[in-house]
């Protein structure tokens, strides 16, 4: 149980495109999801915290703007880079909290696989 | 803000040594701590989760250790394997189930 899953796994873009990526909790619900951002050999960096039917909260430096969240329903949440430039090239990495395991689950995350976005 | 460390950065060890790797964080009131390990290029893989209220949790080989009050963490690592070898990584997890990332012990074992 408590699989995440990511689409696509690896994007290539021209410069000024859009990318979507889509977080699916597979095997429970998620009221949060979170979108974090990992630069080559760096730490994982949280970018926004996505609640289902409400605004994402995003961290500061972090442009909403440029970074859209939409969390629809309870298994899907999604990230688009907007007007993508080889800055934005990076390796995203989405997770979900089991919102009904309760405390017995120590609000513990799930993470999926990550998505590579090379931005030419 | 949270600050999460972890020393070293990279470790090279021979076949059946066991592992020691640290973390430290900056604030103590924390919900939990996780550590995960990463392959190249990939996702992250949780391998244990210690509840602020605990000292340490054990999983097979692993075992981490949790000292809130000095704000630190060690993994063990017993007998290690060349299938050992990825980065590891320290989450703090805040009472807003935010979590801060250290930046990762890249560990190699030899054969």
């Known amino acids: 149980g408590a699989v995440v899953s990511q689409h696509p796994s690896r994007v290539i873009c021209k410069s000024g495109t859009s990318v979507k990526i889509e977080c699916r909790s597979l095997d429970f619900q998620a009221t949060t999801m979170f979108w974090y951002r990992q630069f080559p050999k760096k730490s994982l960096m949280l970018m926004a915290t996505s609640n289902e039917g409400s605004k994402a909260t995003y961290e500061q430096g972090v442009e909403k703007d440029k970074f859209l969240i939409n969390h629809a329903s309870l298994t899907l949440s999604t990230l688009t880079v907007t007007s993508a430039h080889p800055e934005d090239s990076s390796f995203y990495i989405c997770?979900?909290?089991?919102?009904?395991?309760?405390?017995?689950?120590?609000?513990?995350?799930?993470f999926g696989p990550g998505t590579r976005l090379t931005v030419l | 803000k949270q600050e999460v460390t972890q020393i070293p950065a990279a470790l090279s060890v021979p076949e059946g040594e066991n592992l020691v790797l640290n973390c430290s964080f900056t604030?103590?009131?924390?919900?939990?701590l996780q550590w995960f390990r990463q392959d190249p290029g990939k996702g992250l893989t949780s391998l244990l989760l210690?509840?602020?209220?605990?000292r340490e949790q054990t999983s097979g080989r692993l075992n981490a250790s949790l000292d809130k009050s000095s704000g630190r963490s060690t993994l063990y690592i017993a007998a290690s394997q060349p299938g050992d070898s990825a980065t590891y990584l320290c989450a703090v997890c805040s009472n807003d189930y935010k979590l801060s990332f250290g930046a990762g012990t890249t560990v190699t074992v030899r054969a």
């Open positions: 210690i509840q602020s209220s605990q």
């Open positions: 604030d103590s009131a924390i919900y939990n």
């Open positions: 997770s979900a909290r089991d919102a009904f395991r309760g405390l017995s689950s120590y609000n513990e995350q799930f």
